[in-house]
């Protein structure tokens, strides 16, 4: 009976010092303070990450990209949107190119920091073998507290190597090292590039992670070529009205860049 009833004391003891998710908003300085992404995370695992007018969003465990395109507004999955623009870029001919260099990096645990009242372990993504080559330092914390923050801003470093994917045959290594890092936990600080502000618990409703009308990876093509199709028919015309319409085939960008560059380029 003693047993029992001090292993079931221990089972409460545990339970109540678990750090459960909660519902939180955390803010981060980005770009060396020039800019500010906000991070709305739920504790049934939904985020909305917003960096000034673009807005990735996790629910029911998938990543979405949302698009603004003039007073209308849709979404689509990481993979819609990245499968969508690589059938873009196969119809125009373009091809994955061989990086000219990737050099092995590895993450290497250096200490502690602490970064907006939270606690963190310092990484350093280095050359392999070369602790004074060209680096980034990443604080991450492991609280699990912030398990949902750490998801939404995972988000970027995903799409960021999805969409290196439709230009490179690689995703370059010192970036997969990074994402492996950010993988870890919550990050408190990334270079220059974030830097935590302050993390503000607190119940967000479920409309923060409503999703605009969705399209697939058919629909969104169409709508990127749509889209692109007047962009050139606007510049033709302005062209025509200044006298020197635009040669032909030349056409701009058809496909939208909405994913934050949360992560500096990989060296």
Known sequence: MLRKTL??????????CSKAP???TAHYAAAGGRGVITVKAAANGDAKL?????????KGGTDYVVITDGTDKFAASFADFV?????IAKEKGMKPQALPQDPEYEAVQVGEEKVGDQKGTIWSVQPKGNPQGDSIRIVISDDSRLKNVAAAIGMQTRLTSARMSTMFTSVPKAEKTLEDVIAK???????EALTLQDVKPGAIPATEFALPKVLDRAALRQRIMEQANKALEAAKAAGEKAGAAPAP???PAAAPAPAPAATPAAK
């Open 7 to 16: 292993t079931i004391a221990t089972l409460a003891l545990v339970a109540a």
């Open 22 to 24: 909660e519902d939180v």
């Open 50 to 58: 917003e960096a000034g007018p673009q807005t990735l969003i996790r």
């Open 83 to 87: 499968a969508a623009t690589q059938d």
């Open 185 to 191: 936990g919550a990050v408190l600080r990334l270079g």
């Open 249 to 251: 085939g030349e056409a």
